[in-house]
C-alpha cells in the first residue's frame, strides 16, 4: 500500500493505530474488510428491525405491515442491481439468483443457507440460521409479525429478487416456520426456472 507521502504500509488488520486522514479501505486486509461489511449488514437488519417496531406503535399493525411490506419489495431492485454490479453477476437463471443471494446484505451476509444447485435453473435454499425467526420465538411475537413476514412478505421478495434475473422463474416455500424446536430448520425454497 502507498498513502500520497509514498510510504509502503502494511495492510491494517484494524484501525487501533491512531487517526490518519489519508486512510481508505484499500488499506486495510481483507479479513478487516470483510468484518466491517458483516458489521453493517447486522446494523442494516436491525435499523429496519427498530423502523418496523416504532412504525407499530406509531400507526398500528396493519398500517406498518402495509407500509414495510412496499417498502422492502421497492428496495429489492436496487439491492439486486448493486450486488450484481460489485460482483460482476450475470445471467438470467438460478444460478445468477443464488450467486446474488450469496452476497445480499440484508440475507446472505445475515441469514445462513445451504444452496443446492440441482443444474442452473433449479435450486433449493435451506436456511440454517435465521436471526429474525430466533427473535420473534423469543419475544414470543411469532404469532403475529413473524408469521406475517414468513408467510406474506418473503414469498414476495424471493419473488421479486428472482424476477429481476428472470421473470420466468417461480419460487416455491417447500417449508416454513413455526418450529416444532430449535434444531429444526427454519424455511426451505425452491427457485425454478419454469419454460
Given at each position: 500500500?502507498?498513502?500520497?507521502?509514498?510510504?509502503i504500509?502494511?495492510?491494517?488488520?484494524?484501525?487501533?493505530g491512531?487517526?490518519?486522514p489519508n486512510?481508505?479501505?484499500?488499506?486495510?486486509?481483507?479479513?478487516?474488510?470483510?468484518?466491517?461489511?458483516?458489521?453493517?449488514s447486522?446494523?442494516?437488519?436491525q435499523?429496519?428491525?427498530?423502523?418496523?417496531?416504532?412504525?407499530?406503535?406509531?400507526?398500528?399493525?396493519?398500517?406498518?405491515d402495509?407500509?414495510?411490506?412496499?417498502?422492502?419489495?421497492?428496495?429489492?431492485?436496487?439491492?439486486?442491481k448493486?450486488?450484481?454490479?460489485?460482483?460482476?453477476?450475470?445471467?438470467?437463471?438460478?444460478?445468477?439468483?443464488?450467486?446474488?443471494?450469496q452476497?445480499?446484505?440484508?440475507w446472505?451476509l445475515?441469514y445462513?443457507?445451504?444452496?443446492?444447485?440441482?443444474n442452473?435453473?433449479?435450486?433449493?435454499?435451506?436456511?440454517i440460521?435465521?436471526p429474525?425467526?430466533?427473535?420473534?420465538?423469543?419475544?414470543?411475537q411469532?404469532e403475529?409479525w413473524?408469521k406475517?413476514?414468513?408467510?406474506?412478505?418473503?414469498?414476495?421478495?424471493?419473488?421479486?429478487?428472482?424476477?429481476?434475473?428472470?421473470?420466468?422463474?417461480?419460487?416455491?416455500?417447500?417449508?416454513?416456520?413455526?418450529r416444532?424446536?430449535?434444531?429444526?430448520?427454519?424455511?426451505?425454497?425452491?427457485?425454478?426456472?419454469?419454460?
Open positions: 500500500m502507498e498513502h500520497e507521502k509514498g510510504a504500509m502494511k495492510e491494517l488488520r484494524d484501525y487501533s491512531g487517526f490518519d486512510i481508505k479501505l484499500q488499506d486495510f486486509s481483507k479479513d478487516a474488510v470483510i468484518e466491517l461489511l458483516m458489521q453493517t447486522k446494523l442494516y437488519m435499523v429496519c428491525g427498530f423502523y418496523d417496531n416504532e412504525l407499530k406503535k406509531t400507526v398500528g399493525f396493519d398500517e406498518a402495509r407500509i414495510g411490506y412496499d417498502a422492502w419489495l421497492r428496495h429489492i431492485p436496487y439491492s439486486v448493486w450486488v450484481a454490479q460489485a460482483f460482476n453477476i450475470q445471467g438470467n437463471d438460478v444460478d445468477a439468483v443464488f450467486r446474488a443471494l452476497f445480499h446484505p440484508g446472505g445475515v445462513k443457507c445451504d444452496y443446492e444447485l440441482k442452473k435453473n433449479h435450486g433449493i435454499m435451506t436456511v440460521h435465521c429474525t425467526l430466533e427473535y420473534f420465538e423469543k419475544t414470543g411469532f403475529n413473524g406475517r413476514i414468513c408467510e406474506v412478505w418473503d414469498p414476495a421478495q424471493f419473488q421479486e429478487f428472482a424476477r429481476l434475473f428472470n421473470p420466468a422463474i417461480k419460487v416455491k416455500t417447500l417449508k416454513l416456520p413455526p416444532k424446536n430449535k434444531d429444526e430448520v427454519p424455511c426451505i425454497w425452491e427457485f425454478k426456472l419454469e419454460s
